[in-house]
């Protein structure tokens, strides 16, 4: 019996969209086969909350399980409660349609779709389900683009290619790699929505990226080069003499690796190698 979508998030039916994914998140940083490598009772539970989540997580797929369109494992039921309109719920025991001289109206509906004569024809193999995924990744894989291996809920792993760019909240499909089809059609897919790890050097500005760079006075006042840390790894940055708080520098090509690459703008802030200093000291009371 499928379970409900609801419970296994632990969230009320009156949950908002982004309480839905915050429980699921929570949930699955506990649950994730990556914490417990040959746990099989985990992997099941981290199953059932993805493919509750992929019920819940999809607003229409969500609206169709609510009105008892679809059970927790997004397979059709039919009419809400299992009974016809205006039963309790029962069996249909009496001859003919249940739906009197107009017949089964999904019925009709689906021999007008498919060009059938009053009865459901077989659509052939299905495609499997997909399976959703929630993964993070690094702000610099964000950035420069990267090829990862990343461990699934079924325990299997898979290379997978981030194309430079990525923003939190999108998704990476992955052909072919979602569940086995019941009658004999193709896998389903891998959808994995990516959450792109906060970096406490660089902020995002569109393609660009920003930063702040202190830099002592000596180098302030008379200028000189530093190395600077970019995505791509470290660089050498000319300071030019007389170099002030707020001054901002540009590394070309060394933002978001798009085509053509976004620029990093660094920020100097001024700073004190030894606010101590006896000299400096002189030299601020004029002696």
Do not use: C
């Not at 981290?46 to 059970?71: H, M, P, Q, T, W």
């Not at 059709?76 to 001859?95: D, H, L």
């Not at 990226?209 to 002592?216: I, K, W």
């Amino acid at each position: 019996m499928a379970l409900d979508p609801y419970s296994v998030l632990g969230v009320s039916r009156s949950a908002t969209e982004a309480e839905i994914k915050k429980a699921f998140r929570a949930k699955a940083k506990t649950l994730h086969p990556d914490q417990h490598p040959g746990d099989k009772a985990k992997e099941e539970e981290f199953k059932r909350l993805s493919g509750a989540f992929e019920i819940l997580g999809d607003a229409e797929k969500r609206a169709k399980f609510d009105r008892g369109e679809i059970d927790g494992d997004g397979n059709p039921k039919g009419f809400a409660g299992g009974g016809f309109p205006g039963g309790g719920g029962g069996r249909w025991e009496g001859g003919g349609s249940p739906f009197g001289a107009q017949g089964d109206p999904f019925e009709d509906i689906l021999s007008g779709m498919f060009g059938g004569g009053g009865r459901r024809r077989n659509p052939g193999p299905q495609k499997g389900r997909d399976v959703r995924y929630r993964v993070e990744i690094s702000f610099e894989d964000a950035v420069t683009g990267a090829r990862r291996r990343m461990s699934m809920a079924d325990g299997s792993a898979l290379d997978v290619n981030i194309p430079a760019g990525i923003t939190s909240g999108q998704t990476l499909r992955l052909k072919s790699q979602g569940q086995p089809s019941p009658s004999g059609g193709a896998p389903g897919d891998a959808l994995l929505e990516v959450d792109v790890a906060e970096s406490q050097i660089w902020t995002r500005d569109g393609k660009d990226l920003r930063m702040a760079l202190s830099v002592d006075l000596r180098t302030a006042v008379l200028g000189g080069t530093v190395e600077v840390r970019t995505p791509s790894g470290p660089v050498s940055l000319k300071i030019p003499a007389g170099s002030n708080t707020g001054s901002q520098l540009r590394l070309k090509g060394k933002g978001v690796q798009l085509t053509p690459p976004g620029d990093l703008y660094v920020r100097l802030e001024i700073v004190l190698s030894d606010p101590k200093d006896d000299g400096l000291r002189r030299w601020a009371e004029g002696r």
